[in-house]
């Protein structure tokens, strides 16, 4: 059974170091964008709850804390996916490369 799964993850998974790169680049940018998207949306609020008193503004301060809490989870989980996936990269080429050469190394060696 163990041989069958990794069977079928071997020929399930297959990627490029570019490919790796552009998925790292693209994460970062969504991340980029979500985190411009969510300063507006509070820059948008704010002038509202200029206005809040008593109970109102101390809820409304608490749900900022929350949701700049929020914010700043999913910033550290895409950003740490994107680095993951640009250290995934350097390993996969790293990786790559001394496979070629052992290649290489057969290959001269049969003649």
């Known amino acids: 059974m163990y041989a069958g799964v990794m069977r079928k993850m071997a020929q399930g998974y297959r ?6 790169q552009a998925a790292a680049n693209h994460t970062q940018q969504v991340n980029q964008d979500v985190q411009a998207e969510l300063k507006s949306l509070m820059a948008k609020i704010m002038p509202i709850t200029s206005g809040f008193k008593g109970n109102a503004a101390t809820s409304f ?3 900022q804390q929350r949701w700049d809490e929020a914010a700043t989870r999913l910033n550290n989980a895409l950003a740490d996916i994107a ?3 640009r250290q995934n990269s350097t390993t996969y080429q790293t990786s790559d490369e001394s496979v070629s050469e052992s290649f290489r190394g057969i290959g001269g060696a049969l003649g």
């Open 15 to 20: 990627t490029t170091v570019e490919t790796m």
């Open 83 to 85: 680095e993951g996936i």
């Open 61 to 63: 301060i608490q749900l």
